[in-house]
C-alpha cells in the first residue's frame, strides 16, 4: 500500500481527534512537535499505535531515530515508504 503525505496528515487529524485542522492546514515540512502542529509525548505515542496498526510498521526503540521519522509529515511517510519497500518491519 503506498503512503501519501495527505493519509498521514489525515491519520494524525483522526486519531489525535484536530477537528479545527483539515489536512490542507498541515505543512507536510513543519516540526510536528513543539513548532507546528504542537504535538506533545502522549500525540506521539497515539500517533506511533496508529501508524502500527494502519501500515504493519514497528517503530524502532532507539529515541534518535524516531524523533527524526517523527520531525514532519514527510519524514513519517518517507520512512513508511523505505519500510514497506524493503519488506522490513521496523527501521
Not at 484536530?18 to 497515539?46: H, N, R, Y
Not at 496508529?50 to 517523527?70: D, M, V, W
Request: no cysteine; charged share 30%; net charge negative.
Amino acid at each position: 500500500m503506498r503512503v501519501t503525505e495527505e493519509d498521514i496528515k489525515q491519520l494524525i487529524i483522526d486519531v489525535l481527534q484536530l477537528e479545527d485542522i483539515a489536512p490542507v492546514d498541515i505543512d507536510a515540512q513543519a516540526p510536528l512537535f513543539v513548532e507546528g502542529l504542537g504535538l506533545d509525548s502522549i500525540d506521539a505515542l497515539e500517533l506511533g499505535v496508529a501508524l502500527q496498526k494502519r501500515y504493519g510498521i514497528t517503530l524502532s526503540a532507539k529515541a534518535e531515530e524516531n524523533r527524526r521519522h517523527f520531525a514532519s509529515v514527510r519524514a513519517l511517510a518517507e520512512m513508511i515508504e523505505t519500510v514497506q519497500k524493503n519488506g522490513e518491519q521496523g527501521q
